[in-house]
C-alpha cells in the first residue's frame, strides 16, 4: 500500500517538474539549489531522527519493566510502605521518555517548517518563471495557472517523501534490534549421538575432572571436580555461599560451558547427547518453584502423555490430592500466572508431582526448600525418601537438616570438591566444612 503510494507521488512528482520545465525551461535551472537544499535537509534530518528515536525507545523500555514489576511487587511495595519511591521512580523514567520523545517532535517541526519553505520557494520560482514568460508574451495565462498548480503539488510530494523515508529509518531500528537477536549465538542443541530409549534406566552419575566457566572469557567456577553418583543414591550438596553448588548442577544440564572434562550419565557422554534428550531426562525442582498460567492437568502433564489416575496419583504423592479435590474443578481448576493462587510450598509440591510423573531417574533439588516452613520440608523430605527411593535426587541444601540424612554429601570450596562421604562421617571430623556448617545451623542456613 505504501510502496503504492510512494510510487504514485514520486511519479506526481516527477511529472510536476517536466510540466513546469516544458511550460518554461529555466524553471529547471532555477529548481536544481532548492533540490540539492532539500537534499542536505532531508540527510540532516533522517540521521538525527533516527539516533533520537532510538533514544525515545530505549528510555520507553524502562517506564515498562518499571510498571509491569512494581504491578508484580504491589503487596510487598505496600507492606514497605514506599509507594512515594516508586511513584518517583517512575515519573523519573517517564520524565526522561519525554525528554527524548519532545526532542523527536521538535525535530519534526524543525523538519515542517524548512520544507513549507522550500515548498513555497518553488511556488515562488514557477510563479515568477511563468508570469515573466506569460508578460514576454511567450506564455498563455492558462499555463500559468497549471504551472503553478503543479508547484504546489511539487511541494506536498516532497514533504510526504522525505518524510516517508525518515519513518522507514526510524522503523529500521526494530530491523536492527532483531538482527542483533537472530547474531547471538544460541546454544548448540544438536547432539551427534541418540541414546537408549530407556537411557537413563539406572541414574548412575559420573564427573571426571569437571572444569566449567560462565562463558569464555570468564573466570572458572570449577575446578576439576571429579565423583561417581551411584545409582539410587541421595546426594546433598554444601558449601558457602559461591561455592559453586548451583554451578554443579547447571553442569548436568548443560547449561554452563564446560571447557575440560567430561560428565557421563549411565555411561553416556552427556556433551554428545542433544540438549533436548538431555533436559528431558533429568528433572530439577528450583528455588522458585514454576507454575504456568494455565490448569493443574495442563501444569502437571503439559504433553498430554499421563492419563487421570497417574495424574492423581502423582497429588497423593505430593500430599495435594486433598487440596486438589476439594477445588472446583479438580485436575481443570486455573493455575494463575506463576501460580500465584498456591502457596510457596504447594507449588514446590506440584513441581514435586511434576518431576514424580516424569519418572525421571535423575532428581536435582536446587536450595528447593529454601523458601518454605520446616513442616513442608519435612513433606518434601519424606516424599523424596519414599517415591523417589528408586531414582538418584541430588540437593543443594540451605538447611543442614534437610541432607543430614543423604547418603553421601559433597563439599564444595571455591569451585573444587573439598568433601565426599557419608553425613555422620563428616560430623565426626572436627574439621571438615560440612561440621562446621551443621554447628552454624541455628540459623537454618548453609552458607548464606
Ligand atoms: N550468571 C553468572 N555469571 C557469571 N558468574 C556467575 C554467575 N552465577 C554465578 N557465578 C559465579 O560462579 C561462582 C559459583 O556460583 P554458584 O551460584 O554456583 O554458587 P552457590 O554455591 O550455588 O552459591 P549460593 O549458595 O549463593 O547459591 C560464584 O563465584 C559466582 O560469582
Known amino acids: ?221 570449577l575446578h576439576g571436580v571429579t565423583v561417581t553418583l551411584e545409582p539410587t543414591q541421595k546426594i546433598g550438596i554444601c558449601g558457602r555461599t559461591g561455592s559453586g553448588k548451583s554451578s554443579l548442577t547447571l553442569c548436568l544440564f548443560r547449561v554452563i560451558d564446560m571447557f575440560k572434562g567430561k560428565i557421563s550419565i549411565d555411561g553416556e557422554d552427556i556433551s554428545k547427547l542433544s540438549l533436548t534428550t538431555l533436559r528431558k531426562h533429568l528433572s530439577i525442582i528450583p528455588q522458585d518453584p514454576v507454575l504456568f498460567n494455565g490448569s493443574i492437568r495442563f501444569n502437571l502433564d503439559p504433553f498430554v502423555e499421563q492419563d487421570d489416575d497417574d495424574l492423581w496419583r502423582s497429588l497423593e504423592i505430593s500430599q495435594l490430592k486433598e487440596v486438589v479435590s476439594e477445588l472446583e474443578f479438580g485436575l481443570d481448576s486455573p493455575v494463575t500466572e506463576g501460580g500465584e493462587n498456591f502457596s510457596v510450598g504447594q507449588r514446590q509440591l506440584f513441581c514435586l508431582a511434576r518431576a514424580f510423573l516424569r519418572k525421571s531417574k535423575i532428581l536435582i533439588m536446587d536450595e528447593a526448600t529454601a523458601s518454605i516452613d520446616i513442616e513442608t520440608d519435612d513433606i518434601v523430605q519424606s516424599i523424596v525418601r519414599t517415591a523417589f527411593k528408586d531414582r538418584t535426587v541430588i540437593t543443594i541444601a540451605h538447611r543442614v537438616s534437610t541432607i543430614l540424612d543423604s547418603d553421601k554429601i559433597i563439599t564444595l570450596d571455591n569451585g573444587r570438591m573439598v568433601e565426599f562421604d557419608d553425613p555422620e562421617s563428616l560430623l565426626e571430623q572436627e574439621d571438615s566444612i560440612f561440621a562446621s556448617l551443621d554447628n552454624r545451623s541455628n540459623s537454618y542456613q548453609i552458607g548464606k
Not at 56 to 68: L, N, Y
Not at 145 to 153: C, D, K, R, V
Not at 179 to 208: A, F, Q
Open 1 to 221: 500500500m505504501s510502496l503504492n503510494f510512494f510510487l504514485r507521488v514520486s511519479v506526481a512528482c516527477l511529472a510536476a517538474v517536466i510540466v513546469n520545465t516544458v511550460v518554461a525551461w529555466y524553471f529547471i535551472i532555477a529548481i536544481i539549489p532548492i533540490f540539492i537544499l532539500y537534499l542536505y535537509i532531508m540527510r540532516f534530518f533522517v540521521a538525527t531522527s533516527r539516533e533520537l528515536q532510538r533514544l525515545e525507545s530505549i528510555s520507553r523500555s524502562p517506564v515498562f519493566a518499571h510498571f509491569s514489576e512494581s504491578l508484580g511487587g504491589l503487596t510487598t511495595i505496600r507492606a514497605f510502605n514506599v509507594q512515594e519511591t516508586f511513584a518517583k521512580n517512575i515519573l523519573a523514567k517517564i520524565e526522561k521518555n519525554n525528554v527524548a520523545y519532545l526532542y523527536l517532535q521538535t525535530s519534526n517541526r524543525w523538519l515542517g517548517t524548512r520544507l513549507d519553505f522550500i515548498g513555497s520557494l518553488i511556488v515562488l520560482i514557477a510563479g515568477v518563471v511563468s508570469l515573466g514568460s506569460a508578460y514576454a508574451g511567450e506564455l498563455a495565462p492558462s499555463l500559468v495557472g497549471l504551472s503553478i498548480t503543479y508547484a504546489l503539488s511539487i511541494s506536498n510530494s516532497l514533504n510526504w517523501v522525505i518524510r516517508q523515508a525518515a519513518d522507514v529509518e526510524m522503523q529500521m531500528n526494530a530491523i536492527e534490534r532483531t538482527s542483533h537477536y537472530t547474531s547471538i549465538d544460541s546454544e548448540p542443541y544438536e547432539g551427534n549421538k541418540e541414546p537408549s530409549e530407556s537411557w537413563p534406566d539406572k541414574g548412575l552419575i559420573t564427573l571426571d575432572n569437571v572444569h566449567a566457566r560462565y562463558a569464555k572469557g570468564l573466570d572458572p567456577v
